[in-house]
């Protein structure tokens, strides 16, 4: 709860800077905040693991947030995530520098949402968090207004994000007609019997399970989940290539652990029809993404592909929600983190350009050996090679998988990820391969460390995975 009252009057005074011309603190400002911010989420977390025997959450202002170690955990790495973001700011936008107060603030605000969406108790906080992180979505992929690809990018969003929008609060509406209630601890009540754990299916009406789906489809478009997913490529690529870091890591990640947690709270198992639909959808995504990424020539919409696949991967935690929040905890963290390490690469090479096609990395390997090498590691951990951390994320996730009975499911993914072994590897030769097309600026000091730190985290978590999925239980 501390955290989000000291991001929110963090992005206030962000905003407040701008007025008495504190351009140069802003940055500096927000950086020092967030990781105050981080600090409040660690002493937290400390506090509720001192008395986690006498109860595992904290609620506030009537179980409208709801303070436990998964909603602690991601704040932790939304926050993070947020930093690394925030730090790329003035590099990124140097030549708007009389808006970069407005570009800090409404990521801060981003994260508020985002950190609104895991510690929601109560369905209208979940959707006030859902919002107020799609509005920073939408005004990021629209941020460069005398561009026409920025602003097609911002439209499209907006129009799904839209319509996404309505489609969850028409489920919820439906819900609560169904229980009566907008929090979760009551609709679980009502839906699941205390006695045996079960569903309680005789007391489960048609306008819930409605409700339920209506909630879901919306979810998948915020996702970008096949079939909901048409949006996502367009976007990623015509949005300012650090809007689309902050899409694909942190706002992706987001949406993923907020569907686990909604359905984790409501109902502690999933119908059998439920189950069927989401493993269809499972398959499309992986495959989908990863098909169509093979036969991409721009690294964002390459990126945009490899992130629908994933999202696909994250989704079979629902096989056994009870026992994989730490595995989705730490797939979630691997992925984020490589994918923060890549835009760093591609932020750095493609500035300045209008392009991010991939003859912009030829003979990377040779002119900046650093970020080549920190691009190539990134691109290995998502492919899950060892001994990155991408490889055990996948590792773990199929050994709960194969727990539930799915391993079809399993054999699925295991070759989807050997097909994104190709594209990812495209990128990888042209670098070490091929021929410099121009010569490359000097490296920002801001892109490097931001590549390099957030790589480094990365294959920390994978030498010592431990030291993550214990966060999350």
Not at 281 to 303: C, D, F, H, P, W
Not at 305 to 321: D, E, T
Not at 384 to 412: D, E, R, Y
């Amino acid at each position: 709860m501390n955290t989000l009252i000291a991001i929110a009057g963090l992005g206030i005074l962000c905003l407040i800077a701008e007025i008495f011309n504190l351009r140069k603190a802003i940055v500096p400002v927000a950086i020092i905040g967030l990781l105050g911010a981080l600090g409040l989420t660690a002493y937290d977390y400390m506090e509720l693991m001192k008395d986690i025997q006498h109860s595992d959450s904290v609620g506030f202002y009537n179980n409208m947030i709801v303070v436990n170690r998964f909603s602690l955990g991601f704040s932790g790495l939304f926050i993070l995530l947020a930093i690394f973001l925030v730090a790329m700011t003035p590099e990124f936008h140097k030549e708007h520098k009389a808006k970069i107060s407005d570009f800090v603030a409404i990521k801060l605000f981003l994260l508020l949402g985002a950190i609104a969406m895991v510690s929601f108790g109560n369905l209208s906080m979940f959707f006030l968090g859902i919002e107020i992180l799609s509005i920073s979505l939408y005004v990021l992929a629209a941020s460069e207004p005398k561009n026409l690809k920025s602003n097609e990018a911002g439209m499209k969003y907006f129009l799904m994000g839209a319509f996404a929008s309505g489609i969850i609060l028409f489920g919820i509406a439906l819900i609560y007609g169904a229980t009566g209630s907008f929090d979760t601890a009551e609709i679980y009540k009502t839906v699941v019997d205390g006695n045996l754990g079960d569903i309680k299916m005789e007391n489960i009406s048609d306008l819930f399970l409605i409700g339920l789906v209506m909630l879901t489809i919306g979810l998948l478009f915020k996702m970008a989940i096949v079939p909901f997913h048409f949006w996502s490529p367009d976007v990623y690529e015509g949005s300012p290539a650090l809007s689309t870091a902050t899409m694909s890591t942190l706002a992706k990640v987001a949406a993923i652990a907020a569907f686990f947690k909604l359905l984790l709270t409501m109902t502690n198992q999933l119908p059998g029809q439920y189950v069927t639909i989401i493993s269809i959808v499972i398959v499309l995504s992986m495959t989908v993404g990863n098909l169509m990424a093979l036969k991409q020539e721009n690294v964002k919409r390459m990126l945009a592909f490899s992130g629908i696949s994933h999202a696909g991967f994250m989704l079979m935690v629902l096989y056994n929600p009870a026992m994989t929040s730490g595995t989705l905890f730490y797939y979630a963290t691997a992925y984020s983190l490589t994918g923060i390490a890549a835009f760093a690469v591609v932020l750095f090479v493609c500035r300045g350009k209008d392009n991010e096609h991939i003859y912009n990395f030829n003979g990377l390997g040779k002119s900046s050996p650093m970020m080549a090498a920190v691009l190539t590691c990134a691109l290995l951990s998502m492919a899950g090679i060892p001994i990155f951390s991408g490889f055990f994320a996948k590792m773990f996730l199929f050994t709960q998988v194969l727990k539930t009975g799915h391993l079809a499911i399993v054999i699925i993914a295991v070759i989807n990820s050997i097909i994104s072994v190709g594209y990812y590897f495209k990128l990888i030769l042209a670098m070490y391969t091929k021929e410099e097309t121009e010569k490359r600026e000097p490296l920002p000091f801001m892109y490097g460390a931001v590549a390099l730190v957030s790589l480094l985290i990365s294959i920390a978590i994978g030498l010592n995975p431990s030291m993550v999925t214990m966060l999350v239980k």
